[in-house]
């Protein structure tokens, strides 16, 4: 079972960029890794992907503005988000699943087995 650590959440201002880290127990290789988020009184929202194959997905918030990627001699996968704005402020939950949902959407947050206990997030206009 692989464990989770997110970190790098914090409160910033508008305009400013951040990246978050998500630490794992383990071997990330197999892994299809997602990084979500859930802001006040909304529904967690799918942000971001990467998996086998190096396939990567955004959602359409974050695209163009947002960089997933993995250091897998290090565990961490990382989302970058530039040009922030106050609509980013959420608590950031990444999260894995194995190689059997491969052929699941990756937006569907419940074929991730595995999750973080979240980084928030807060910016300021």
């Known amino acids: 079972q692989v464990e989770l650590v997110e970190s790098g959440g914090g409160l910033v201002q508008a305009g400013d960029s951040l990246r978050l880290s998500c630490a794992a127990s383990?071997?990330?290789?197999?892994?299809?890794l997602a990084w979500f988020r859930q802001a006040p009184g909304h529904d967690r929202e799918f942000v971001a992907f990467t998996g086998p194959g190096d396939s990567i997905i955004y959602s359409d918030s974050v695209k163009g503005r947002s960089t997933i990627s993995i250091n897998n001699s290090k565990n961490t996968v990382f989302l970058q988000i530039d040009s922030l704005e106050p609509e980013d402020t959420a608590i950031y939950y990444c999260?894995?699943?194995?190689?059997?949902?491969?052929?699941?959407?990756?937006?569907?947050?419940?074929?991730?087995?595995?999750w973080g206990q979240g980084t928030q997030v807060t910016v300021s206009s």
């Open positions: 999260a894995a699943r194995g190689t059997q949902s491969i052929y699941v959407p990756a937006r569907l947050e419940d074929s991730y087995k595995y």
């Open positions: 383990e071997s990330l290789i197999t892994y299809g």
